[in-house]
């Protein structure tokens, strides 16, 4: 019997622990991404790391501003939002009002399908086929620029903007509709009058994460956007994303370089990136209940 | 003249309608165009066979077992310590900042950058810990990532057993972890095992993460340890479609083949015992 306590007490405090260690392990990479990152702002001042216009880490000394890569992260990110928001925010309400219910199913698995497709095989098939299609629909010397890494980004931002909006529009209550259907209302006049306002924190929260997981995606944009580590001044330039950066450039840093603290601390400039977004998210998520 | 509602409806349905198509063709044009023109390249040496003629020709064995090995790791680290998260989640926490704070973490650590994972790794095990360049560090990196996914679909697994369950077995004289261990779990595994296998489909596709952890650019045989480096399937079809010119296209969209086949395989597993789950469910 106090055998069996005690086997009790060891397994509940190990849940405990398991339980606590997501907390950690965030608190961990931000720690570490400090601890390599923060190295570098001894030698550059944070705005003209933040601000400065030349990226040129390999040089001698090396130039360390990261504008062009900010620019080209939201030049690339603008574009997706763009696309994927009134897309994806219309087969939300598709799924979650128009659609027969045997038809639905097939559709959220197909969406989770997208979803699920790796973004190298994105930004390979981004590579064999849009990427020749944009050089020629616009006379360019490339097709790899930031509008071919917006359009295939769109499409990875879709399955979240959908996934999280049609579950806004599923929790607005049943009520709501039937009151306005009762009133004479269509139901197109009951979606757009009464359930997408009714559900409009949890669609921005739908809308906040799909762009975050733009901002966060690495591997198809850096095999389409040209990498080019300029300034652009339009989107069918090739541009160079933050998250690109860190995967092309890392491979060659020597641990402990200035180059290597500064790819770190385009990390920790990500991570915060993605900590707001996911905070405030979760915020309006959590306002709707 | 007032616009006929009726009217404006049947416009706006077809526009929804015309979204919805946008959304969900190019993932069957995918598809269909990777297989098309992937499967002429699979053949029993690709899939057999080291990489020949600095990977212009001869197979993508050492990719397919590297990333194997990978997932596998992964999911060791991740699915006890995910599930028991998930166990204290339903079960365990009540509603007080420390939960809420949990709850947040989970978020945030699903959405962080896959990238800054694979920075994060670097520096915690392949630098600090001196693990190396191994499929050690790639796959705790890999694990670390997996686990948001692990722990929110096991949780709504062991939310979704009824009360009553637990009320009953409560009633009878049996602890809360017995009631735990024999009843909320064995009526949850359908769940857990979907999580399971999204994760595992989540850790075989990515490429970020194990860039600086693991990935080996060309590495014609098996890793012999967890110390080892090792090729990876993404890893290698970003590698031949960017950085080895004269790939042939047939052996790029081949490998595409074998990798979008493992994914999605794995996430249609995952729906099918989620469906068979929900349709057998006896409450």
Known sequence: ?289 | MRRNPQKTQSIAFFFLFLATFLVVLPVGLIVLVIIQKGLPAINWQFLSDIPRQGMRAGGIFPAIVGTLYLVSGAIIFALPIGLLAAVYLSEYSKDTLLTRMIKLAIVNLAGVPSVVYGLFGLALFVVFLKFGASILSGSLTLGIMILPIIITTSREALESVPYSFREVSLSLGASKWQTIRHIVLPNAIPGILTGTILGLGRAAGETAPILFTVAAFYLPRLPGSVFDQAMALPYHLYVISTQVPNVDEKTRYGTALVLLTLVLFMNLVAIVIRYQFRKKKKW
């Not at chain 1, 497709?117 to 990427?131: D, E, H, K």
């Open chain 1, 1 to 289: 019997m106090i055998m069996r306590k005690f086997k009790e007490f060891i397994i509940e405090k190990l849940i405990f622990c398991c339980g606590i260690a997501v907390i950690f392990f965030v608190a961990l990479i931000f720690l570490f991404l400090l601890k390599e990152g923060l190295a570098l702002f001894k030698i550059v001042s944070i705005p003209s790391f933040l601000f400065g216009k030349n990226w040129y880490p390999i040089s001698e000394p090396p130039q360390l501003g990261i504008l062009p890569l900010i620019l080209g992260s939201l030049y690339v990110t603008v574009g997706a939002a763009i696309i994927s928001i009134p897309i994806g925010v219309a087969c939300a309400v598709y799924i979650a009002e128009v659609a027969p219910q045997n038809i639905k199913e097939l559709l959220k698995s197909g969406i989770e399908l997208l979803a699920a497709i790796p973004s190298v095989v994105l930004g390979f098939i981004g590579m064999v086929t849009l990427v020749p299609w944009v050089k020629h629909a616009f006379g360019l010397p490339t097709g790899l620029t930031a509008v071919s890494g917006s359009i295939i980004l769109a499409f990875m931002a879709m399955p979240t903007i959908v996934s999280i909006a049609e579950d806004a529009l599923y929790s607005v209550p049943r009520a709501y509709k039937e009151g306005a259907l009762a009133l004479g209302a269509t139901h197109w006049q009951a979606i757009y009058r009464v359930i997408l306002p009714a559900a409009s924190s949890g669609i921005l929260a739908a809308v906040m994460l799909g762009i975050g997981r733009v901002i966060g995606e690495t591997m198809a944009v850096m095999m389409i956007t040209g990498n080019s580590a300029v300034i652009p001044s339009s989107i069918l330039q090739p541009v160079r994303t933050l998250t690109a950066t860190i995967a092309a450039e890392m491979g060659e840093a020597v641990v402990g370089s200035e180059h290597y603290f500064a790819l770190f601390a385009i990390g920790i400039v990500l991570f915060l990136i993605s900590f707001a977004v996911n905070v405030t998210a979760d915020i309006f998520l959590h306002k709707k209940r």
